[in-house]
């Protein structure tokens, strides 16, 4: 597997009930060049199964479990460190965002046409 320009990561804690549908956002991006993790922080629900499910029908994304349950900060701030050392550009999602087709390649395509910038923000509706 080649390194992706952009790595995804959704830090998640029992998100059974929303994660599908942001994940399809995900998957149906025009920007093919990413790779998405679900960061499982020990979730009690459905989550790790929908994950795996998930990871099984696209190559692009995969399921990292937490080794012990860490608060919703400490597994935002594990995603940010992560995301920093193993990507040009990543991206933080939560299990309930939504976007349009087009969200990641509008979010690179600022990145790119500024070197030197250290983030870029879709616009919310």
Partial sequence: MHNPKVLILFPIYNGEAT????????????????????????????????ARRYCE????????????????????????TYGRDHSDYFCLRACDDLSSRNYLSELVK????????????????
């Fill in 57 to 80: 029908k696209d190559d692009r994304f995969e399921v990292m479990t937490q080794d012990r349950h860490l608060s919703a900060v400490e597994n935002f701030i594990f995603c940010m």
């Fill in 19 to 50: 994660m599908i549908e942001s994940l399809d956002c995900i998957a149906n991006q025009d920007y093919p060049d990413f790779r998405a993790i679900i960061v499982d922080n020990r979730s009690t629900d459905a989550t790790g199964e929908i």
């Fill in 110 to 125: 600022a990145l790119d046409e500024t070197p030197g910038k250290l983030l870029a923000a879709p616009a919310v509706k």
